[in-house]
Structure formats: structure tokens, C-alpha cells
């Protein structure tokens, strides 16, 4: 499978998980969302007509506008290009894995990755450097009814 391939059927997933987090925060401010709502969306975006919902196919774009338009419909307010509720967004596809390309986990497993099977830099990155902890802040979960805010 090629990294434009992955990244092709990785992309609509992340979308969606965004706006569908954007949406749910915004619903239980409001109201909670209902069931059956919640099951007419998931049906909606999983349909043979959404294609899979893969990024550059008429059921991406089928898939994306059925967001947008819920979003729309849920009274928030766009934020992306034109005042509309999507974002261009520019993704390499090519690989640039440069000589001494690596990637360690530190602590009491270290260890280095293996690249292409556990991690792959983007193809568009910038040649560079970075040191430092990696510290996980949550899931962005809030949860009234658990008494749980991450």
C-alpha cells in the first residue's frame, strides 16, 4: 500500500472524527443528542452512496457536505475558506526518508522504531531536529453526567 493510499483513506477518518467531536461538544451544551438522531447520522455517513467517504471521490464530497450541512444546521458558525465550513488542506505524497531518518522511544522499553512498519514521516516535512518529553493531555472528553473533563 502506498503512503498516498494510506493517507487517502486515513484523511476523511480524521475529518470526521473532528467534526464529529466539534459537533458533540456543541450538542451537549444545547442538548444532549438523541439516539436516534445520532444512529440516522452514523447511517447516513456509512451508505453505500458515501463510498467509503475517501478523500477525492464524489462520496467524500457527498460525506463532507452532509457534515457541513449538519453543522450548519446544529447553528455554528464556519470558520474555513470563504466563510464556508471547509479548509483546503495540502498533503504530500511522496516519501522523503533522508539517511539517519529515525524515530526512539525513551524510557525503561527504549527502543527505535522501525520506519514504514511503525512510524513514516510526512512527505512533505521539513528537514530538522526535535528533542523532548511527549506528554498525553487527554482525550478531550468532558462527561457531566461521570463527572469527567480531560
Sequence with gaps: MSLGRRHGRALPAVVLLVLFSAWT??????????????????AALTAPEM?????????????????ADRLDALGLRPGGDGGTFFQSVVI???????????????????????????????GGSASSEVTGEVVFVGFGAVSGSCAYND
Excluded at 461538544?25 to 440516522?40: F, S
Design 25 to 42: 461538544a456543541v450538542q451537549a451544551a444545547v442538548a444532549p443528542p438523541r439516539a436516534e438522531d445520532l444512529a440516522a447520522d452514523l
Design 51 to 67: 463510498e467509503g467517504r475517501a478523500s477525492g471521490t464524489p462520496g467524500g464530497d457527498r460525506a463532507a457536505r452532509y457534515i
Design 92 to 122: 504530500g505524497s511522496t516519501r522523503r526518508v533522508g539517511a539517519g531518518t529515525a524515530l526512539e522511544q525513551v524510557g525503561p522499553t527504549a527502543r527505535a522504531l522501525e520506519i514504514e512498519r511503525e512510524w513514516m514521516p510526512h
